[in-house]
Structures are given as C-alpha cells and as structure tokens.
C-alpha cells in the first residue's frame, strides 16, 4: 500500500504538468515560439505566462502562435496581432504609453506614499515624546527639583 502512494503523486504532478508543446523544425523558430509564449500573459489566470497556464485559451493561443511561426510571421507581427485583439494587457511586460502608465508607476507612487507616511508617524511620534517648557518652566522645575532633593536629604 505505501508503494502506490508515491507513484499516485508521480502520476497527479506529470497530469498538473499537461501543456503542450508544439515543436517547430528549426530550432531559431523554436526559441522565438518559446519566447513568445513566455512573453504573454494567460487572459484567464493573469498571473501566468500562456506557457505555464493550462487554461483552454492559454492552449489556443500557444497553438495560435505556432501556426502563426509556421505562416512566417515575425515575433514582432505576432506581438501586433495579440496586441490589437486583447490589449497590451496580454504582453507580460506592456510597453510604457499613456494607457499602462499606471502599471508601471503605480507601484512606484504607492512606496512613496508609504514613505511618506512613514515619516510623518514618525515625526509626530518624536514630536509627542518631547515636552517643549519656556525658560521661566524649566527654571521653576529645576526649584522644585533641587528643593525636594534638599529635603529628601533632610528626612
């Protein structure tokens, strides 16, 4: 019984695993298919490349770009092609324009303004921790201070 159970886990990760690959006879159109698939974003799982997704559009796709190689476009027309009917949400990594500026200066506003905050925490938190007196307070405090040590030494 404690047998089977590694080969069940072989046979879940080769299934999980199950994308399929197409292979072209020149091995300069091989890589730029692997490129290009490595290149897209999977429309469904989003945080995936088409070539890592085992989504049905991710498969389309891949076979829409393998046919496409074979037809003699370029990695470039490819690009296009993509981009006209899905977006420049499609590349993994979009051009920067007006319409993706925010993907890509998003994250650079956000730490900012978590900087930001940050330092005005803190400044308000040094600010808090100090008490400000004027001389005539600090000079009565000082008195007070000096009077009661007196008198401590005194009992």
Not at 29 to 51: D, F, G, M, P, W
Request: a positive charge; charged letters at 25%; hydrophobic letters at 40%.
């Amino acid at each position: 019984m404690k047998h089977w159970l590694p080969l069940a886990l072989l046979a879940l990760s080769l299934q999980a695993k199950a994308v399929d690959t197409y292979r072209l006879p020149d091995p300069a159109q091989q890589k730029t298919y692997e490129s290009i698939i490595s290149e897209l974003r999977c429309l469904v799982c989003q945080n995936q490349t088409i070539a890592d997704s085992n989504a049905e559009l991710a498969a389309d796709l891949r076979r829409q770009v393998f046919e496409m190689l074979q037809q003699g476009k370029s990695k470039d027309e490819i690009h296009q092609f993509m981009t006209q009917r899905y977006g420049d949400f499609v590349l993994y990594n979009p051009p920067f324009k007006a319409k993706t500026g925010l993907l890509w200066l998003g994250p650079l506003v956000f730490l900012m303004i978590g900087f930001a905050v940050l330092v005005i925490f803190q400044r308000r938190k040094k600010k808090a921790g100090t008490v400000v007196f004027d001389k005539d307070k600090q000079e009565r405090i000082r008195r007070l201070l000096s009077e009661n040590t007196e008198n401590g030494e005194q009992s």
